[in-house]
T-cell receptor, first 118, second 113 residues
Framework: GAVVSQHPSRVICKSGTSVKIECRSLDFQATTMFWYRQFPKKSLMLMATSNEGSKATYEQGVEKDKFLINHASLTLSTLTVTSAHPEDSSFYIC??????????????FGPGTRLTVL | GNSVTQMEGPVTLSEEAFLTINCTYTATGYPSLFWYVQYPGEGLQLLLKATKADDKGSNKGFEATYRKETTSFHLEKGSVQVSDSAVYFCALTPNQAGTALIFGKGTTLSVSS
């Protein structure tokens, strides 16, 4: 089946620094990727929808200047947490759709990235 | 709007017990419904799905039936194992191209031997 990878799997950074998380579709091209945030014991919150070659669409309440998303190719989307603060500590998960399917049941999830901001 | 409501956890069972995790949804149109599982330290995996009313999704002994009349998609398993311990998420998609999944809050299942 389709595989989505994320890098890094864990990152610890100091407050005020920026962190980049990569999401790659390894064996398929993904025109749409999604970024989620998962809080402890809570569900996944959709942050933004990333479309290849265009600007990301952010959900209400998500700061687009803080969470920069770039989808430069059909196999790579990046999420950059700028000027990270301890409240940004969370588990970030990406998912990717296979093109031409139309429905989200072809979404494949990455293993997630645990961000800890000190 | 679209939303998913799951029963609160944690659910604690002994091995070989019967499992039910309730899930109800609110949606416009005709959504597809899913159960995802997240094992400790791992990413989300699709467990099963149903794309229309009365469909039954099944996998690894788990089943769920798409009930439009009660807007439900309850997850069941006749005999749980310790290895089933995980967080289970009910989700839907409104079946529009390029739309993300809408998740419930997740239910933690803990099975002891």
């Amino acid at each position: 089946g389709a595989v989505v990878s994320q890098h890094p799997s864990r990152v610890i950074c100091k407050s005020g620094t920026s962190v980049k998380i990569e999401c790659r579709s390894l064996d398929f091209q993904a025109t749409t990727m999604f970024w989620y945030r998962q809080f402890p014991k809570k569900s996944l919150m959709l942050m933004a929808t990333s479309n290849e070659g265009s600007k990301a669409t952010y959900e209400q309440g998500v700061e687009k200047d803080k969470f920069l998303i770039n989808h430069a190719s059909l196999t790579l989307s990046t999420l950059t947490v700028t000027s990270a603060h301890p409240e940004d500590s969370s588990f970030y998960i990406c998912s990717a759709n296979t093109p031409g399917q139309g429905f989200s049941d072809t979404q494949y999830f990455g293993p997630g990235t645990r961000l800890t901001v000190l | 709007g679209n939303s998913v409501t799951q029963m609160e956890g944690p659910v604690t069972l002994s091995e070989e017990a019967f499992l039910t995790i309730n899930c109800t949804y609110t949606a416009t149109g005709y959504p597809s419904l899913f159960w995802y599982v997240q094992y400790p330290g791992e990413g989300l995996q699709l467990l099963l799905k149903a794309t229309k009313a009365d469909d039954k999704g099944s996998n690894k002994g788990f089943e769920a039936t798409y009930r439009k009349e009660t807007t439900s998609f309850h997850l069941e398993k006749g005999s749980v194992q310790v290895s089933d311990s995980a967080v289970y998420f009910c989700a839907l998609t409104p079946n529009q191209a390029g739309t993300a999944l809408i998740f419930g809050k997740g239910t933690t299942l803990s099975v002891s031997s």
